[in-house]
């Protein structure tokens, strides 16, 4: 649920507006520009004017204390046009029928060409109409509205380690794992989301050949386990909107907490699919969206808090240490029409070096090591930004791994792949 950013840091400023816009009692006819409509769920009005107003055009509501607010025209069509009232402190208390003027402080020289304005720090870009969908490649909840996703995914995994020096394999696993994750979300404003997510894994199977290297060559085992994931909590902030600034830029934060003591799956007994420790991950991604094209680039941070796991046989526990990842994607969507649009992307992660501890057995270190994984999918519109059906294929590249079993040297590779069918909707 990827599985988020937001108002006025890094590259926007607030513009204050202090009382140089006189009543709008006096506006000039030939300029008289009325609220129609207000949408306050939606952060939107619409007003008419005697003519067309241009798209990034301010306009100024002047309320009974004196007070005034700046609205700015998202889209225009006629003597019909849309603005933005979320900026607006007092926008609740916008009603029809109240006037509104153009703004002094750049309306003044206006041409028929869309407004430009200089972004502090930045080159002059061209607002653009900006409208969030449920496709889009940095999805963020309109205010007031909820949204749910249900995925079923199946991840296939191959790690093989070998003892360095002899050459003889240790061990050959395949994990094969289903997971349904479900996810909800919820837009408290135009620019701050938050949701919560779970999982329940049916069934995950891990096959280990034994070789030469190890005490049980020649032996195929199978270890099963089942049970429910750990659930997140994920807070989204859009720090700007591409309608206001050159980009959509989001800061992400989830936390995924400990539930409970990992159990190891053993021939004889089911395991359970708990991870022992908590997770916390931090993340940032900017991006922009065209009419038909749309790109994201994100960074990534992710803490893995030591954790616990118990062997139901034995008792005995095996204990690993706090271990992080450093995450950088780059993503690309193509809208081929209304409903289809195509999303590719690449990641690149470095996991740093892990260690787990069994009493009466060797320490188990895996070095750091860096991993590239591609992503392919395909989102349909069943009914545009209402329900969306996700098709998703990724696949993490065969990676070498170095590390120890005691003061025994290993190596070998690891490499994953994952299937995905999602449903999302949005209400």
């Known amino acids: 649920m990827a599985f988020s950013t937001k108002k006025n840091i890094g590259f926007t400023q607030a513009v204050l507006l202090i009382g140089l816009i006189g009543s709008t009692a006096g506006a000039d006819e030939q300029n008289n520009i009325l609220i129609k409509q207000v949408l306050p769920e939606r952060g939107q009005a619409i007003v008419q004017t005697n003519s067309s107003v241009n798209v990034g055009s301010e306009l100024i509501a002047t309320f009974k204390d004196g007070k005034q607010c700046p609205l700015k025209v998202l889209k225009s069509n006629g003597n019909l046009s849309t603005i933005d009232t979320s900026t607006c402190k007092a926008a609740n208390d916008l009603v029809a029928g109240q006037s509104l003027e153009l703004s002094l402080f750049e309306n003044d020289h206006q041409s028929a060409e869309p407004t430009q304005r200089p972004i502090p720090g930045k080159a002059p870009v061209y607002f653009q109409e900006y409208e969030r969908d449920l496709t889009d490649i940095q999805y963020q909840p309109p205010a007031g509205k909820s949204v749910v996703l249900i995925q079923y995914s199946k991840s296939l995994?191959?790690?093989?380690?070998?003892?360095?020096?002899?050459?003889?394999?240790?061990?050959?696993?395949?994990?094969?794992?289903?997971?349904?994750?479900?996810?909800?979300?919820?837009?408290?404003?135009?620019?701050?989301?938050?949701?919560?997510?779970?999982?329940?894994?049916?069934?995950?199977?891990?096959?280990?050949?034994?070789?030469?290297?190890?005490?049980?060559?020649?032996?195929?085992?199978?270890y099963n386990s089942m049970g429910i994931t750990n659930p997140f909590l994920q807070i989204q902030h859009r720090l700007e909107e591409q309608d206001d600034s050159a980009f959509n830029t989001d800061l992400i934060l989830s936390y995924s907490p400990n539930i409970g003591t990992a159990n190891s799956a053993t021939t004889k007994t089911t395991g359970n699919t708990t991870r022992g420790g908590d997770l916390t991950t931090l993340g940032f991604a900017f991006g922009r969206k065209f009419p038909k094209v749309a790109y994201s680039i994100g960074i990534g941070?992710?803490?893995?808090?030591?954790?616990?796991?118990?062997?139901?046989?034995?008792?005995?526990?095996?204990?690993?240490?706090?271990?992080?990842?450093?995450?950088?994607?780059s993503s690309i969507q193509w809208r081929t029409n209304e409903r289809l649009s195509i999303l590719g992307a690449v990641y690149s992660g470095n996991f740093s070096s892990s260690t787990s501890s069994t009493p009466g057995s060797s320490t188990v270190t895996i070095n750091n090591f860096n991993q590239t994984a591609l992503e392919l999918a395909a989102l349909f519109s069943i009914v545009p930004n209402q329900y969306v059906i996700k098709l998703d294929y990724q696949n993490a590249f065969q990676t070498a791994i170095t590390g120890t079993v005691g003061s025994t040297g290993i190596?070998?590779?690891?490499?994953?792949?994952?299937?995905?069918?999602?449903?999302l909707t949005e209400f």
Do not use: C, H, W
């Open 157 to 222: 995994a191959t790690n093989v380690y070998n003892i360095t020096n002899s050459g003889s394999t240790l061990n050959n696993q395949s994990l094969s794992t289903e997971t349904y994750n479900a996810l909800y979300g919820y837009g408290f404003s135009k620019y701050f989301g938050a949701g919560l997510g779970f999982g329940y894994a049916p069934t995950s199977i891990s096959t280990n050949a034994y070789g030469a290297g190890s005490s049980l060559s020649g032996q195929t085992l199978s």
């Open 301 to 329: 941070f992710q803490m893995y808090g030591a954790s616990t796991s118990t062997n139901p046989d034995t008792n005995v526990q095996s204990q690993s240490n706090t271990r992080n990842q450093f995450n950088f994607s």
């Open 411 to 423: 190596n070998g590779t690891t490499s994953s792949s994952l299937y995905g069918l999602s449903l």
